[in-house]
Structures are given as C-alpha cells and as structure tokens.
C-alpha cells in the first residue's frame, strides 16, 4: 500500500545530509517530505511554517475547550465584586 506525502516537495535523506542548506533555500515556505526508500520518514518545515502550525493547533485547542464548556457550569459573580 502507497503511503500518502504531505508535501508537492521531496528529498531522499542522503541528499538532505549532502544539500542540506540548498534544500533549506528552495523550500521557502513549503514543507519537504524526507523520504526513507521512498516512503514518508519527517517533513521539514521553515520556522514560520512551524509557528503558524502550533499557532492553529493552540487556536483549535481553544476552540474545543469553548465546545466543551458551552453548557457550563456556570459561576454566578456580582459585578460590584470585581
């Protein structure tokens, strides 16, 4: 069974250890896959592309914690007692 590649860019790992800063060059902002006799082993990311991704992982986290607490329970304050 083919292993589906999460990326339109690829790289085998000894052409990541011979080319590693021109790889880094021509990525730009698209992810890499390294490949491992051809299937799937890491992706290389640039540093924004990683920080946009755990910037949408910790918003998607925030989100199911509003899901999950929709319904409550709730604590009633009074305004005067902030």
Known sequence: MM?????NKTVSV?????NLASI???A???PVAV?????PEAY????????????RLEDLEDARLVQER???PFVEVDI???
């Open 3 to 7: 292993q589906k590649i999460y990326a």
């Open 14 to 18: 000894t052409e990541l250890k011979r």
């Open 24 to 26: 880094l060059d021509g």
């Open 28 to 30: 730009g902002n698209d």
């Open 35 to 39: 490949l491992n006799h051809n299937k």
């Open 44 to 55: 290389l990311l640039s540093a924004a592309s990683y920080e946009r991704l755990l910037e």
């Open 70 to 72: 929709a319904d409550g």
């Open 80 to 82: 005067d007692d902030l």
